[in-house]
């Protein structure tokens, strides 16, 4: 390897390296935002969380990889031409698409990753994240017992401390009300002072209750020769133990998150999507033979209503110029009833096959994503590299908005492509729309890189406007 490629791979590295980190913690602050009221207050530990972060990274490589080999290589060509590096190298016979061969094969590279990691990786990261955001949710709050407070959280009692010491174990003026069998018979339990601490595996809270009393209603008993609403029992130590299993983190199993389409490889979602469509045509061909007989049914009400005096016929064998008005009425309303139920079921049945079409889309969408994600890595480099060469221009102002904008404009053409695929209104090659929009830019900026162009200068702007005015003034 030549001393000139090792010198624009470590500037081209660098860059994707620190980019590709920036762009992966942004959109995990983004998700931890999002759920930080499902993860704060409920005593997880920070293997869990970190678990949880951990798969969550992992679904956004596919989005920000292209970022970050967009902006490694607009920012890495824009220092050499604002160095004039670039420059010497054309001086020594070195075009730019010579400048550009080593970054290529590493984008190249990047490609085959991300493709991979899109295929075997990410299906299996999207199952664990699922599962563990599932039962991070799903984990009750910590018990939190705090003085002078009614606590509810936990099913079936009402806790309340007059004082809690500091190690948070030793409690003073306990009141604990039992409503488990039942608010017609609780039991309220009060004592001057106790402990309280859980099992080891948090699923039992443990209260040593000292000096205290068990108060039992009995006010819901059927039997009237009671006399006494509620019995007294005193006790010097009592243990209470409760069950807080509900508050501890236990894992689900990945079967229940397995199956879904962004858990699927290409080669599943292509036995699923053949699957499915030959469901949806066998539903639709039943579709079809119900809307049938509802057409002939709608068909008949519409003659009957319409033109009474024309001897509509309900059936083969009955006319209503030879009924009775009333078995005519009844028979219109009949008609009436079997139209209204076709016209109902119509609908629904186009609302089922919208629903099942739009769930096959969903199939579609996913297997295509793999391969245009890895793709943008290549497109957005063809663009990227090209624009830094002609801008002229490194640092992190200008590559960071121009790589802002570019992929902007790339998801926002994806994401209409993708919503107008999901609806039907076009086939799945609409998602390769977005990457038909890039490719004639990439090609564009690169013809220009090539040649020199000044496309972006602003003083050969200023020149050929300058030269264009005065031609129109003479």
Same mark, same amino acid.
């Given at each position: 390897m030549k001393k000139l490629d090792k010198l624009i791979l470590r500037s081209f590295l660098g860059p994707l390296l620190l980019t590709f980190t920036l762009s992966v913690f942004v959109l995990l602050m983004q998700f931890v935002w999002k759920y930080i009221d499902d993860m704060v207050g409920k005593g997880l530990d920070f293997s869990v969380i970190a678990e949880l972060l951990l798969y969550a990274s992992a679904t956004f490589v596919p989005m920000a990889l292209p970022i970050a080999v967009l902006f490694a290589s607009i920012m890495t060509m824009g220092n050499f031409g604002e160095k004039y590096e670039l420059v010497a190298m054309k001086a020594g016979g070195i075009g730019v698409s010579r400048v550009m061969m080593p970054m290529t094969i590493v984008v190249l590279l990047l490609t085959g990753v991300a493709f991979y990691f899109a295929n075997n990786v990410m299906p299996e990261a999207m199952v664990s994240y699922r599962k563990t955001l599932y039962?991070?949710?799903?984990?009750?709050? #910590?018990?939190?017992? $705090? =003085?002078?407070?009614? @606590?509810?959280?936990?099913?079936? *009692? /009402? +806790?309340?401390?007059?004082?809690?010491?500091?190690? %948070?174990?030793?409690?003073?003026? /306990?009141?604990i009300y039992d409503h488990k069998k039942g608010r017609e018979e609780a039991t309220v339990i009060v004592?001057?002072? %106790?402990?309280?601490?859980?099992?080891?595996?948090?699923?039992?809270?443990?209260?040593?209750?000292?000096?205290?009393?068990?108060y039992t209603e009995l006010g819901g008993s059927k039997d009237a020769s009671r006399?006494? =609403?509620?019995?007294? +029992?005193?006790?010097s130590k009592q243990t209470i133990s409760i069950d807080i299993s509900s508050f501890a983190y236990s894992k689900s199993g990945e079967d229940l998150f397995k199956g879904s389409y962004q858990t699927m490889n290409v080669a599943e979602l292509s036995i699923a999507i053949d699957s499915l469509k030959t469901s949806l045509?066998?539903?639709?061909?039943?579709?079809? $033979?119900? #809307?049938?007989?509802?057409?002939?049914?709608?068909?008949? @009400?519409t003659e009957m209503a319409g033109e009474e005096h024309q001897r509509a016929a309900f059936n083969l064998h009955t006319r209503l110029d030879t009924v009775d008005d009333a078995t005519r009425t009844k028979m219109i309303n009949r008609a009436r009833y079997i139209a209204n139920t076709a016209v109902t079921d119509s609908r629904n049945y186009g609302d089922f096959l919208e629903t099942d079409r739009e *769930?096959?889309?969903?199939?579609?969408?996913?297997?295509?994503?793999k391969f245009t994600l890895s793709v943008a890595c290549l497109l957005l480099f063809l663009i990227g590299a090209p624009f830094g060469s002609i801008v002229r221009k490194g640092g992190l %102002?200008? =590559?960071?908005?121009?790589?802002?904008?570019?992929? /902007?404009?790339? *998801? /926002?053409?994806?994401? +209409?492509?993708?919503?107008?695929? $999901?609806?039907?209104?076009? %086939? =799945?090659i609409g998602m390769w729309i977005s990457s038909f929009v890039m490719l004639p830019i990439g090609l564009f900026l690169t013809l220009q890189a090539t040649t020199d162009s000044s496309l972006f200068d602003a003083a050969s702007w200023k020149r050929f406007f300058k030269r264009l005015f005065t031609s129109k003034q003479q």
């Open positions: 039962d991070v949710t799903r984990k009750k709050p #910590a018990v939190n017992i $705090r =003085p002078g407070e009614y @606590y509810k959280e936990i099913d079936g *009692y /009402v +806790i309340r401390v007059g004082s809690k010491s500091q190690d %948070g174990h030793t409690l003073q003026d /306990v009141v004592a001057k002072k %106790g402990t309280m601490q859980s099992t080891m595996d948090n699923r039992y809270l443990i209260f040593s209750l000292d000096d205290g009393y068990t006399s006494h =609403p509620m019995t007294s +029992i005193h006790f045509d066998k539903r639709y061909d039943a579709y079809q $033979r119900d #809307a049938e007989v509802n057409l002939r049914a709608w068909k008949r @009400y *769930y096959v889309n969903k199939h579609d969408i996913e297997r295509h994503k %102002g200008l =590559p960071l908005v121009a790589s802002v904008g570019f992929f /902007v404009f790339y *998801y /926002v053409v994806g994401m +209409i492509a993708e919503k107008a695929v $999901r609806e039907s209104a076009i %086939g =799945p």
